[in-house]
């Protein structure tokens, strides 16, 4: 596997999706190849940047249950699967009326992937194709449920055995909508983060911002 674009990557804690930022994905159109992708889709038919910006800030995420309905990700669910590797990722639980930080990984700490849509858009004013991706998200499980407690949804994580089937050209709809079932919650691990990571003057290279915090509110957190 070509893995050579990953020398140009910034290896962060953490990524905010509306800086727009470059992401390892594999796309099924080039399964051998790691490329960077910036988050956030934009597809191959939007006529002008505003009009690419503006579909942008409504396709960090994609709604499995309506993926072959909505025009910004119809085609790119036809083409444009792709893999999103990551090691973990951020949700925010409501707590009496506070916004408390939550980091989820896998319980062995392993890297895995999500399931994504990717396209590629050519910038009419200055010819530059532009690969974007969005991750696909699905309903919570319980864990989930109650960290995201207001939507309850998480994102779709694949399973090593299920990688290659999201990424094939031909996925027969009936072994996507198990693709789409919530990942077992037995498999991850979940812990209260600083809140430092909502701050303007958050470091992304800082490795204290994933380290279990207790965070001082009055209440359950579950």
């Known amino acids: 596997m070509d893995t050579s674009s990953l020398y140009d990557f910034d290896f962060n804690y953490f990524y905010k999706a509306f800086d727009n930022p470059l992401i390892p994905v594999i796309d099924q159109l080039e399964p051998d190849q790691v490329k960077l992708s910036q988050w956030g889709l934009i597809p191959s038919w939007a006529s002008e940047r505003s009009a690419a910006e503006k579909i942008r800030k409504g396709t960090y ?4 249950e309506s993926l ?11 083409r444009g699967r792709c ?18 930080p939550w980091y989820i990984r896998l ?43 207001i939507r309850k949804r998480m994102p779709v994580i694949l399973r090593p055995e299920d990688e290659h ?24 691990h979940a812990h209260t983060i600083s809140p430092r990571i909502s701050g ?4 992304p290279d800082d490795p204290d911002l994933i380290h279990p915090y207790d965070y001082p509110v009055t209440g ?3």
């Open 107 to 149: 319980k062995n700490n392993a890297p895995f992937v999500f399931a994504g849509l990717s396209d590629t858009w050519v910038d009419p004013g200055t010819d530059q194709e532009i690969h974007t991706f969005t991750i696909v998200t699905t309903k919570a499980n319980p864990l989930l449920e109650k960290i995201h407690n």
């Open 61 to 64: 995420n994609a709604r499995s």
């Open 200 to 203: 303007r003057d958050a470091r």
């Open 83 to 100: 893999l999103v590797i990551a090691h973990g990722f951020y949700e925010w639980q409501l707590v009496n009326g506070i916004r408390v």
């Open 165 to 188: 089937k999201w990424i094939s050209a031909s996925l027969p709809a009936e072994v996507a909508d198990q693709l789409f079932l919530p990942f077992d919650q037995e498999e991850l």
């Open 68 to 78: 072959s309905e909505k025009p910004s990700f119809r085609e790119a669910y036809s």
């Open 220 to 222: 359950s957190l579950f």
